[in-house]
T-cell receptor, first 116, second 115 residues
Framework: AQKITQTQPGMFVQEKEAVTLDCTYD???????LFWYKQPSSGEMIFLIY??????QNATEGRYSLNFQKARKSANLVISASQLGDSAMYFC?????????????FGSGTRLSIRP | DTGVSQDPRHKITKRGQNVTFRCDPI?????LYWYRQTLGQGPEFLTY????????KSRLLSDRFSAERPKGSFSTLEIQRTEQGDSAMYLC?????????????FGPGTRLLVL
């Protein structure tokens, strides 16, 4: 069965520093997609970045990059030059591509707090 | 605003009452999903539609829950005879199934409190 594990319930980081949020996953499928979403206190889930299991290069989107290590089944999110507005919950998620069932399985999240 | 919208944003109800939530997806998206998120947890999948067809339902979706997407555009999620355990954030997402990588875009959610 699919599973997403985020082992850091909370993190505090100084503004302008880089931060890495950990995510490991478990799946027996060869074709899958990995996502990171940000959820501010307002509640909306904001899509940040996507990595396909067959993508050879790590995904990047602005200040976000995904450190994808397929053999270790990890998909850590790296935020460079953190800003106060980065304070939020961050969820790692996975979607299997093998069938029409395209639900996403989410981890339990990491609460990131940026200190000024 | 062309994102996913949900209505209402907040709902307080008494146990035993029925509630209905609405989701309007991004206009060209053919897939629509409902998730439930309880405090301190990630969202959990409830059900999804491709156009007007409901293709999968989670075991979390008890008989008191029903979802529709009658014309393949907006969707409604109804909870009958609400219980205190139904208190949660209900999130809607939409995506465009194109055969390639597919990203789900979420709405702001509806926070339900059952007293």
């Amino acid at each position: 069965a699919q599973k997403i594990t985020q082992t850091q319930p909370g993190m505090f980081v100084q503004e302008k520093e880089a931060v890495t949020l950990d995510c490991t996953y478990d799946t027996s499928d060869q074709s899958y997609g990995l996502f990171w979403y940000k959820q501010p206190s307002s509640g909306e889930m904001i899509f940040l970045i996507y990595q396909g299991s067959y993508d050879e290069q790590n995904a990047t989107e602005g200040r976000y990059s995904l450190n994808f290590q397929k053999a270790r089944k990890s998909a850590n999110l790296v935020i460079s030059a953190s800003q106060l507005g980065d304070s939020a919950m961050y969820f790692c998620a996975m979607r299997e591509d093998y069938s029409s069932a395209s639900k996403i399985i989410f981890g339990s999240g990491t609460r990131l707090s940026i200190r000024p | 605003d062309t994102g996913v919208s949900q209505d209402p944003r907040h709902k307080i109800t008494k146990r035993g009452q029925n509630v209905t939530f609405r989701c309007d997806p991004i206009s060209e998206h053919n897939r629509l999903y409902w998730y439930r998120q309880t405090l301190g947890q990630g969202p959990e999948f409830l059900t999804y539609f491709q156009n007007e067809a409901q293709l999968e339902k989670s075991r979390l979706l008890s008989d008191r829950f029903s979802a529709e997407r009658p014309k393949g555009s907006f969707s409604t999620l109804e909870i009958q005879r609400t219980e205190q355990g139904d208190s949660a954030m209900y999130l809607c997402a939409s995506s465009l199934a194109s055969g390639g990588p597919e990203t789900q875009y979420f709405g702001p959610g509806t926070r339900l409190l059952v007293l």
